[in-house]
C-alpha cells in the first residue's frame, strides 16, 4: 500500500479501461522479448544483424527508406489527428500530443533527409513494426484523455519531462547525424567505427537519447500506460545495444573492448 500511494504521488490512477491495462501488459511483455531475442541473436527482419546472420531471405521486400517511412508515417499521423480529434483538452494532453508528434515528424525527416541505406526490409516485419508504433501512440493519446478532469498527481513532471523529452530528441538526433556521416552515399555497405559525442563511451548513444526521449514523454503525461512502454522500449532498446556491440567486436578487430553498450561506465 505504501508504494501504491507514493506512486499516486507522480502517476495519475489508472483508467477503468480493460483494454488499456491489457495493452500495457501486452506491450511491456512483447518489447522486453524483443529485446530478450535481440541478445540470443534472434534479430527484427530490418536490420544488418539479419541480414549478416540468418542467411534467409523474404520474398516479399521493399527498400529501407520506403519502409522505414511506413515504420513512422502512422504514429506521426495518430499524433498529428488528435489535435482535431480532441478539440477540447489541457495542457498535458496537448504537450503528450506535441511530443508524440514532433518524435514521429523528426523520424519522417531522418529517413528522407539524413539517413544511408544500402538494403531492403521485409514488408511483414514493416507491417509489425508500422503497426506497433501506431498502436502505442494512440493508446499513450488515449490514455491521456480518459483522465480528463482527473485531479493532476501532487508531483507535477510535465516541466520535467519537457526538458527531458528536447534532451533526448536533440541527443537522439545528433548521433544520428554522426552515424550518417560515415556514409557517403545511399548503397554504400562499408561500416566504420562510430566516433563523436557519447560514442567514445558507448555503442549505441542514439539509443540512449531515445529512451530518454520517451521518459520524457512518460514524465509529461504522468500515465502508468506512457511509463510501462517507456520501460518496455528501454528494455528493447538494451537487447538491441548488446547485439549492436557483439556485431562490431565480430567485425573490427580494434573495437575498444571498454566500450559500453548503452549507458555509460554501467551498461
Given at each position: 500500500m505504501a508504494i501504491f500511494?507514493?506512486?499516486?504521488?507522480?502517476?495519475?490512477?489508472?483508467?477503468?479501461?480493460?483494454?488499456l491495462t491489457a495493452m500495457s501488459a501486452i506491450n511491456f511483455i512483447a518489447l522486453s522479448n524483443a529485446g530478450l531475442k535481440e541478445t540470443r541473436g534472434k534479430h527484427l527482419n530490418y536490420s544488418k544483424f539479419y541480414r549478416s546472420g540468418s542467411g534467409q531471405k523474404s520474398p516479399a521486400r521493399i527498400s529501407s527508406r520506403t519502409g522505414m517511412a511506413i515504420f513512422y508515417a502512422p504514429a506521426f499521423l495518430a499524433g498529428a489527428a488528435s489535435f482535431w480529434i480532441f478539440p477540447v483538452a489541457d495542457f498535458r494532453f496537448r504537450l503528450v500530443s506535441a511530443a508524440l508528434t514532433i518524435h514521429f515528424f523528426k523520424r519522417l525527416l531522418e529517413v528522407m533527409f539524413l539517413h544511408k541505406y544500402s538494403g531492403s526490409v521485409d514488408v511483414e516485419t514493416t507491417?509489425?513494426?508500422?503497426?506497433?508504433?501506431?498502436?502505442?501512440?494512440a493508446n499513450m493519446i488515449y490514455s491521456q484523455h480518459l483522465v480528463r478532469g482527473f485531479p493532476d498527481p501532487r508531483v507535477d513532471?510535465?516541466?520535467f519531462g519537457l526538458v527531458i523529452f528536447l534532451l533526448g530528441i536533440t541527443g537522439n538526433f545528433y548521433h544520428h547525424y554522426l552515424l550518417s556521416a560515415l556514409r557517403r552515399n545511399d548503397g554504400e555497405k562499408q561500416y566504420k567505427i562510430p566516433q563523436g559525442g557519447l560514442f567514445g563511451l558507448v555503442v549505441c548513444p542514439h539509443y540512449l537519447f531515445e529512451v530518454l526521449g520517451f521518459?520524457?514523454?512518460?514524465?509529461?503525461?504522468?500515465?502508468?500506460y506512457v511509463s510501462v512502454f517507456a520501460l518496455g522500449t528501454c528494455f528493447y532498446l538494451m537487447g538491441r545495444s548488446v547485439a549492436t556491440r557483439r556485431w562490431y567486436l565480430s567485425k573490427f578487430e580494434n573495437f575498444p573492448k571498454g566500450r559500453k553498450a548503452m549507458i555509460p561506465f554501467l551498461f
Open positions: 500511494s507514493s506512486l499516486l504521488s507522480f502517476l495519475y490512477p489508472p483508467p477503468p479501461s480493460l483494454y507491417i509489425t513494426i508500422s503497426l506497433s508504433y501506431f498502436t502505442g501512440t513532471l510535465k516541466i521518459v520524457g514523454i512518460s514524465c509529461i503525461s504522468q500515465m502508468l
